[in-house]
C-alpha cells in the first residue's frame, strides 16, 4: 500500500525516483536504511520509469545521475542509495 508513502525525487533532474515505505512500516524503513548507513529501498518502492539498475549492480537515475548501488540480502533487492543523490521534494 503506497497510502502516506513519501517521495524521493533525483537531486539533479527532480524525476521521481523513489517511494517509501510500501509493504513496510515507516518505523521498518527507518531502521533498515540506519542499520546499513544509507537510504535502503525495495522494489516495490523503486519508480522503474526513472531508475535503472545496471549489470555490476550501480544504481543509476534515467538521466544518468548515481544513485547508489543494488546490495541484495535475504529479503531480496536492497537499493542503497547515497542521501545526497535524492531529494524531498521536486528540484
Known amino acids: 500500500d503506497a497510502q502516506g508513502a513519501i517521495p524521493f525525487f533525483d537531486s539533479n533532474s527532480g524525476k521521481p525516483l523513489f517511494k517509501a515505505p510500501i509493504g513496510r512500516s515507516w518505523e521498518q524503513f527507518v531502521a533498515e536504511s540506519k542499520s546499513h548507513g544509507w537510504p535502503s529501498f525495495r522494489d ?48
Request: proline share 4%; net charge negative; hydrophobic share 35%.
Open 44 to 91: 516495490e518502492e523503486v519508480d522503474w520509469e526513472n531508475v535503472r539498475i545496471l549489470s555490476d549492480g550501480e544504481a543509476v537515475s534515467v538521466d544518468g545521475t548515481h544513485l547508489g548501488h543494488n546490495l541484495p540480502d535475504r529479503s531480496g533487492n536492497r537499493y542503497c542509495i547515497n542521501l545526497v543523490s535524492i531529494a524531498g521534494s521536486p528540484v
